[in-house]
């Protein structure tokens, strides 16, 4: 379903996240738990992408999966760092043909000095490529892919300046995104005033809040790896330390924490939920249950 479809459908938005698998286990337990992923009813599932095109095949692979052979609308996420005109050409050909409906279109990380120069800087040079695409009339659906874009709500490593990252993402609203996802955060007074910051740009597209459960202590380790800038709240590292080499209790803390967060959002009307699974169901499943729902259209 194209995103405007799904926004007038869904007041409120729950996604899930997954990423492409390495191996044929990991295919294996993913396929293993999707009917779980399924009963949940998300309004769509988007799957990541390696960074400079590493996963390029396994994403598509796991998106054209998802489309035929699950009741999931998956969104890929595609990264414009190291590629060509060339490569995002044909990349969205394949998935106007497959009927995929959407992009989450992104920068990825920046090429490193010795890389081949992108044609595309920023991930605006990429949403602008896809509207160009749209006016072709490739994409089956006349509106062509409707397109998401990253935000983020405790800054970006490359823009110290905050005021100058609102402009950029300003910059990528105006050239033709139709929904934002946040970057994953546990503290949510620093989402409410990104959210408000927004406002004042004039931002008014949809803001969907990613969250992930923290589910174990390396989970931990590789979130502030990945998320640089991302704050850990005190109190949450706190309840984690507390459950020493308790597993399973860290991940009760962390099922806790994002259930808190995603009670708190939605009091406030946020406009979607963005769970990051790591291709796992019990969390998502656990929060669900904590949140008194059976499926994403009971939070509507
Ligand atoms: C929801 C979400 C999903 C993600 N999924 C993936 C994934 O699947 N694969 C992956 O590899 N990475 C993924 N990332 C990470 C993302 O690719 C990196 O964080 C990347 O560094 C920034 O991507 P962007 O799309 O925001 O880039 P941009 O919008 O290009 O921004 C990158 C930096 O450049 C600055 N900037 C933007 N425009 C300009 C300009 N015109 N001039 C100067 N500076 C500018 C911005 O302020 C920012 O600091 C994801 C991030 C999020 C939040």
Redesign the pocket.
Known sequence: MHIADILKRDSVTASF?FFPPRNDAGWDSLFHVIADFERLQPSFV?V?????GSTRARTHELVVRLKTQTKLDPIP?L?CANHTCGDIENILTQYAQCGVSNI???????PQAGQTASDF????DLVRFIRKFNERGIHPDPRGFGIG????PEG????PNTL??MD??R??VDAGADYI????FFDNAAFFDWQERCQLAGIQIPVMA?IMPVTSIAGLKRMADLAGGTKFPAKLLRAVQRCGDDAASVERVGIHWATEQCMALLDKGVRGI?LYTLNKSDATRAIFQNLGVKTAADLR
């Open positions: 996240e988007s990541t992408y390696g960074a400079a996420h990264t989450l279109a992104l920068r990825g990380d920046a800087p920023h991930a605006i874009v990253a935000g983020f970006h490593p490359d823009t100058l990252q950029h993402l910059a990528k996802c946040s970057q994953l990613g963005h």
